[in-house]
């Protein structure tokens, strides 16, 4: 599995888009990119995945670089409810095992 | 339906204690996972099944011990807990049809004194 860098933190304003990077310069051609947020306490929670295209749906937008090697999730309206950790993970469709890092904690200033 | 369920919420072990935990999903998924999270730390996993009956180590096995008699149940078992085990532990499971989500369960918070 392709190892991912976040930032370990940052800080958004309520209503504004909040824009989530992530590094994944050794992704396979065959690893997706996941997203998935730990709201404090609670069991994570699959926000969205890509390959290669972008990719949206209820909840974010996944844009994914040409070369495949970063990508950012974009909340486009964030709330203080979106306040949480939020996860990249770079792994093959299927696969067993999500590999957690350390995540980016995301705060939503009222 | 309740999705992913653990029992119990809380618990707190002395040194050497055994317990259970129990891992319910309602959803007819084939894979259940157990993983658990340190403080400050991301998730890790422990060990997971594709099916009733499988089991198979993760990441971070020893010490513990599963089981998957029932389709819809996965236990997770500490033979003598240590210090060291104490953490948050998170049950998943996911769908043949569902390649990329696993839904978790509300977590299971285990102190070992």
């Known amino acids: 599995d392709a190892k991912t860098t976040q930032p370990p933190s940052m800080d958004c304003a309520e209503g504004r888009a909040a824009n989530l990077p992530c590094n994944h310069s050794?992704?396979?051609?065959?690893?997706?990119v996941y997203w998935y947020r730990q709201i404090h306490s609670q069991g994570p929670q699959y926000i969205i995945h890509g390959l290669k295209n972008n990719e949206t749906n209820e909840m974010a937008s996944l844009i994914i670089t040409e070369d495949r090697k970063s990508s950012t999730l974009i909340l486009p309206h964030a709330t203080l409810r979106d306040t949480a950790v939020y996860y990249c993970i770079a792994l093959i469709q299927g696969a067993q095992k999500l590999v957690f890092g350390q995540g980016t904690r995301l705060t939503i200033n009222p | 339906n309740a999705g992913v369920t653990q029992t119990p919420k809380f618990r707190v072990l002395k040194t050497g204690q055994s317990m259970t935990l129990l891992c319910a999903q309602d959803m007819n998924h084939e894979y259940m996972y157990w993983y658990r999270q340190d403080p400050g730390m991301g998730l890790r996993l422990i060990h997971y099944?594709?099916?009733?009956?499988?089991?198979a180590k993760g990441e971070v096995p020893d010490g513990y011990n599963v089981s998957r008699l029932k389709k819809q149940n996965f236990l997770l078992g500490l033979e003598s807990a240590a210090p060291s085990q104490t953490s948050v532990y998170f049950c998943?499971?996911?769908?043949?049809?569902?390649?990329?989500?696993?839904?978790f369960g509300p977590g299971t918070r285990l102190t070992v004194t």
């Open positions: 050794t992704i396979s051609g065959n690893e997706y």
């Open positions: 099944s594709v099916g009733e009956g499988t089991t």
């Open positions: 998943a499971s996911r769908g043949e049809q569902d390649r990329y989500e696993q839904y």
